[in-house]
C-alpha cells in the first residue's frame, strides 16, 4: 500500500419612455445598417435548428410555463444574441444594455439617447429609455473593483444591474456596503445597495490523480455517483467509514462512506456540494485525460497510472487476478502492472486509453528503482457499492426524444441502476411508457417495478438482445421506478420517460 501521512441609496428610475415594437427594419442617419430584423433573426435560428424535447423539458421543468412558450424562449433568446450586436453598433456610446423578459424571452434594448428610440423600434424589438450608458454604468463598477480588497467581507457581490441601470452591490450589512460606497468616490445615484443574506463559496472539481488528504495522503481514483450523491472511488487502506476528507486545496471534500482492507483494497467517498465528480483523470503533463468508460484490459496493454506524488506514469498489464500479501493481510482479485508508484499515490487512478482500469493499491520498488505495483479493479467497486462511473467524452446516446423524462447515466457490465432513484416516482393510474437507448454494441435491459408494500415488483419489462428497449405498462396508481441493467457490454445510456 501506498499511503503517504502526513451605497448608498441613491438611485432614482431612469425610465421615461417605453417604446412598442413595429416590424419592419429602416437605418437612421449615419448609423450602420442592421443585417436583420428580429424577426429574420427569429426566421434564421428557426432554419438552423429546433429545440430539443429534452431541453424544452428542462426549461419547463426548472422555469415553468408551458412546452410553447419554453420553445419560444430558446428561439427568442437565440434571436436576440443575433440581433444584439448591430443594435450595439448602432447605439454606440448611448447604449445602455440589452436583456429579455417574460415567459417568451422577449427582446429589450436601452439608450441613454431619445433621438434614437424611434429607429431601434423599428427593428421589433422593444425599446427603454434610461438614464445612465452601460459605460458609465461599467466605469462606476470598475472603480468598485479597483477598491475590492478593502471592501467589507459583509458584501459578497456587486454587479451591472442593465434592466435597473443601476450598479447593485449586496450587502450583509447594509450601513457597512453603504459607508464602502461612499467612500469610494462613485456618484451614489448610480448605486443600490441591497440587503443580501448570500454567501459565495468556491467550487471545485473531482479529477482522477489529485491529492486528497485526511490525515496523510492519497489519490483520488475515478469520479463515481450514487444516485444523486456524487463522490470519488480510492484504496480502502486510506481510510475508514465516516473518515473525512480534504482535497487537494486542503478544502473540506467529504467522508468516506464504504471500505474494505485487508481481503480487498477499496472504497469510496461522498463529497459536499462543493465539489463536482468530473469524468476526467488529470494526467500532469499529459494534460486531462477523459474517461469514457471502464471495459478491462488485457495482460500486455499499455497502461498509465496517475498520482499526487509521482504523477503519470505508463507501464502495461503483467496479470489480472492476482493475490498480494501485504503486512496487514492477503488482497485478492488485484491486477498487477510494470507502473511504478511510490507513497502518496495511493488510490490514485489506472487509465488504459480513455477505459478507467482500477485503483492504486501497493507495490515494490519505486519510481527510481522497480516498479511493481498492484490496483484494485473498477468494476468491483463499482458492483459492490452501486455505483456509476463519471464518463467524459463519450455522450450519452439520444434516440429517447419525445418523453416527458429523460435521464441518463453509465454502467459497466452485470451492473443497475435505478432512474429517477432507488425510492421511484409517484404515479396516478395510467400508462407509464419507457424507452431505453444503450450504446451500441452492448445488451442493456429496462425492467419496470412497483412498490409493494417493501417489496419492488417488475412489472414490465424490454429484455430483448440488444441495447435499445422500449415498451408501455397500464397500471394502478403507485410508486414506481425503472431498472435499469447492463446485462453484456459498458457505457452510457439514455432514458426516457412518461409517466401517467
Same mark, same amino acid.
Given at each position: 500500500?501506498?499511503?503517504? !501521512?502526513?451605497?448608498?441609496?441613491?438611485?432614482?428610475?431612469?425610465?421615461?419612455?417605453?417604446?412598442?415594437?413595429?416590424?419592419?427594419?429602416?437605418?437612421?442617419?449615419?448609423?450602420?445598417?442592421?443585417?436583420?430584423? =428580429?424577426?429574420?433573426?427569429?426566421? =434564421?435560428?428557426?432554419?438552423?435548428?429546433?429545440?430539443?424535447?429534452?431541453?424544452?423539458?428542462?426549461?419547463?421543468?426548472?422555469?415553468?410555463?408551458?412546452?410553447?412558450?419554453?420553445?419560444?424562449?430558446?428561439?427568442?433568446?437565440?434571436?436576440?444574441?443575433?440581433?444584439?450586436?448591430?443594435?450595439?453598433?448602432?447605439?454606440?456610446?448611448?447604449?445602455?444594455?440589452?436583456?429579455?423578459?417574460?415567459?417568451?424571452? &422577449?427582446?429589450?434594448?436601452?439608450?441613454?439617447?431619445?433621438?434614437?428610440?424611434?429607429?431601434?423600434?423599428?427593428?421589433?424589438?422593444?425599446?427603454?429609455?434610461?438614464?445612465?450608458?452601460?459605460?458609465?454604468? &461599467?466605469?462606476?463598477?470598475?472603480?468598485? &473593483?479597483?477598491?475590492?480588497?478593502?471592501?467589507?467581507? @459583509?458584501?459578497?457581490?456587486?454587479?451591472?444591474?442593465?434592466?435597473?441601470?443601476? $450598479?447593485?452591490?449586496?450587502?450583509?450589512?447594509?450601513?457597512?456596503?453603504?459607508?464602502?460606497?461612499?467612500?469610494?468616490?462613485?456618484?451614489?445615484?448610480?448605486?443600490?445597495?441591497?440587503?443580501?443574506?448570500?454567501?459565495?463559496?468556491?467550487?471545485?472539481? $473531482?479529477?482522477?490523480? &489529485?491529492?486528497?488528504?485526511?490525515? *496523510?495522503?492519497?489519490?483520488?481514483?475515478?469520479?463515481?455517483?450514487?444516485?444523486?450523491?456524487?463522490?470519488?472511488?480510492?484504496?480502502?487502506?486510506?481510510?475508514?467509514?465516516?473518515?473525512?476528507?480534504?482535497?487537494?486545496?486542503?478544502?473540506?471534500?467529504?467522508?468516506?462512506?464504504?471500505?474494505?482492507?485487508?481481503?480487498?483494497?477499496?472504497?469510496?467517498?461522498?463529497?459536499?456540494?462543493?465539489?463536482?465528480?468530473?469524468?476526467?483523470?488529470?494526467?500532469?503533463?499529459?494534460?486531462? =485525460?477523459?474517461?469514457?468508460?471502464?471495459?478491462?484490459? $488485457?495482460?500486455? @496493454?499499455?497502461?498509465?497510472?496517475?498520482?499526487?506524488?509521482?504523477?503519470?506514469?505508463?507501464?502495461? +498489464?503483467?496479470?489480472?487476478?492476482?493475490?498480494?500479501?501485504?503486512?496487514?493481510?492477503?488482497?485478492?482479485?488485484?491486477?498487477?502492472?510494470?507502473?511504478?508508484?511510490?507513497?502518496?499515490?495511493?488510490?490514485?487512478?489506472? +487509465?488504459?486509453?480513455?477505459?478507467?482500469?482500477?485503483?492504486?493499491?501497493?507495490?515494490?520498488?519505486?519510481?527510481?528503482?522497480?516498479?511493481?505495483?498492484?490496483?484494485?479493479?473498477?468494476?468491483?467497486?463499482?458492483?459492490?457499492?452501486?455505483?456509476? =462511473?463519471?464518463?467524459?467524452?463519450?455522450?450519452?446516446?439520444?434516440?429517447?426524444?419525445?418523453?416527458?423524462?429523460?435521464?441518463?447515466?453509465?454502467?459497466?457490465?452485470?451492473?443497475?441502476?435505478?432512474?429517477? *432513484?432507488? @425510492?421511484?416516482? !409517484?404515479?396516478?393510474?395510467?400508462?407509464?411508457?419507457?424507452?431505453?437507448?444503450?450504446?451500441?454494441?452492448?445488451?442493456?435491459?429496462?425492467?419496470?417495478?412497483?412498490?409493494?408494500?417493501?417489496?419492488?415488483?417488475?412489472?414490465?419489462?424490454?429484455?430483448?438482445?440488444?441495447?435499445?428497449?422500449?415498451?408501455?405498462?397500464? *397500471?394502478?396508481?403507485?410508486?414506481?421506478?425503472?431498472?435499469?441493467?447492463?446485462?453484456?457490454? @459498458?457505457?452510457?445510456?439514455?432514458?426516457?420517460?412518461?409517466?401517467?
Amino acid at each position: 500500500m501506498l499511503r503517504r !501521512s502526513a451605497v448608498t441609496a441613491g438611485f432614482a428610475l431612469a425610465v421615461a419612455m417605453v417604446v412598442t415594437p413595429a416590424t419592419a427594419a429602416q437605418q437612421g442617419p449615419g448609423e450602420p445598417a442592421a443585417p436583420y430584423t =428580429l424577426a429574420e433573426a427569429r426566421t =434564421l435560428v428557426r432554419a438552423a435548428a429546433t429545440p430539443s424535447p429534452g431541453m424544452v423539458d428542462a426549461i419547463r421543468r426548472d422555469l415553468g410555463g408551458t412546452a410553447e412558450q419554453a420553445a419560444a424562449r430558446l428561439v427568442n433568446e437565440a434571436a436576440a444574441a443575433k440581433i444584439e450586436p448591430a443594435l450595439r453598433g448602432r447605439l454606440g456610446a448611448s447604449y445602455a444594455g440589452a436583456w429579455v423578459t417574460g415567459p417568451t424571452s &422577449d427582446l429589450v434594448i436601452a439608450t441613454s439617447d431619445s433621438t434614437k428610440v424611434a429607429s431601434l423600434a423599428r427593428s421589433g424589438a422593444e425599446v427603454k429609455l434610461v438614464r445612465n450608458s452601460l459605460a458609465t454604468l &461599467d466605469a462606476a463598477k470598475e472603480r468598485l &473593483d479597483l477598491l475590492a480588497a478593502s471592501a467589507p467581507k @459583509s458584501i459578497p457581490s456587486w454587479y451591472v444591474d442593465v434592466p435597473g441601470n443601476s $450598479v447593485v452591490v449586496l450587502a450583509g450589512d447594509v450601513a457597512e456596503a453603504r459607508a464602502f460606497v461612499d467612500g469610494s468616490g462613485v456618484d451614489g445615484a448610480l448605486v443600490r445597495v441591497e440587503a443580501s443574506q448570500e454567501r459565495p463559496r468556491p467550487l471545485y472539481d $473531482v479529477r482522477g490523480g &489529485d491529492a486528497y488528504y485526511m490525515g *496523510g495522503r492519497c489519490s483520488v481514483g475515478f469520479s463515481v455517483t450514487r444516485g444523486t450523491q456524487g463522490g470519488f472511488a480510492t484504496a480502502g487502506h486510506c481510510g475508514t467509514p465516516g473518515t473525512a476528507t480534504q482535497g487537494y486545496n486542503r478544502v473540506a471534500q467529504g467522508t468516506f462512506q464504504g471500505s474494505s482492507f485487508p481481503g480487498n483494497d477499496y472504497a469510496w467517498v461522498a463529497v459536499n456540494a462543493d465539489w463536482t465528480p468530473t469524468g476526467v483523470v488529470n494526467g500532469y503533463s499529459a494534460g486531462i =485525460l477523459p474517461v469514457t468508460g471502464s471495459t478491462q484490459q $488485457v495482460v500486455g @496493454s499499455s497502461i498509465c497510472r496517475s498520482g499526487s506524488t509521482t504523477q503519470y506514469r505508463c507501464g502495461t +498489464i503483467s496479470q489480472h487476478n492476482t493475490s498480494v500479501t501485504y503486512p496487514e493481510g492477503t488482497i485478492t482479485g488485484l491486477t498487477r502492472t510494470t507502473v511504478c508508484a511510490e507513497p502518496g499515490d495511493s488510490g490514485g487512478s489506472y +487509465i488504459s486509453g480513455g477505459q478507467a482500469q482500477g485503483v492504486t493499491s501497493g507495490g515494490s520498488g519505486n519510481c527510481s528503482v522497480g516498479g511493481t505495483t498492484y490496483h484494485q479493479p473498477i468494476n468491483e467497486i463499482l458492483s459492490v457499492y452501486g455505483l456509476t =462511473l463519471v464518463t467524459n467524452g463519450t455522450p450519452p446516446p439520444t434516440g429517447c426524444s419525445g418523453y416527458q423524462n429523460s435521464y441518463t447515466g453509465s454502467l459497466t457490465s452485470n451492473v443497475n441502476a435505478y432512474q429517477p *432513484g432507488t @425510492s421511484g416516482y !409517484s404515479a396516478g393510474a395510467g400508462v407509464h411508457r419507457v424507452c431505453l437507448d444503450g450504446p451500441n454494441g452492448t445488451d442493456y435491459d429496462a425492467y419496470l417495478q412497483k412498490l409493494s408494500g417493501s417489496t419492488w415488483t417488475t412489472v414490465a419489462s424490454g429484455t430483448t438482445p440488444n441495447p435499445d428497449e422500449a415498451f408501455t405498462y397500464t *397500471g394502478t396508481a403507485g410508486t414506481y421506478r425503472v431498472r435499469v441493467h447492463a446485462y453484456s457490454g @459498458s457505457g452510457s445510456y439514455t432514458l426516457g420517460l412518461t409517466r401517467p
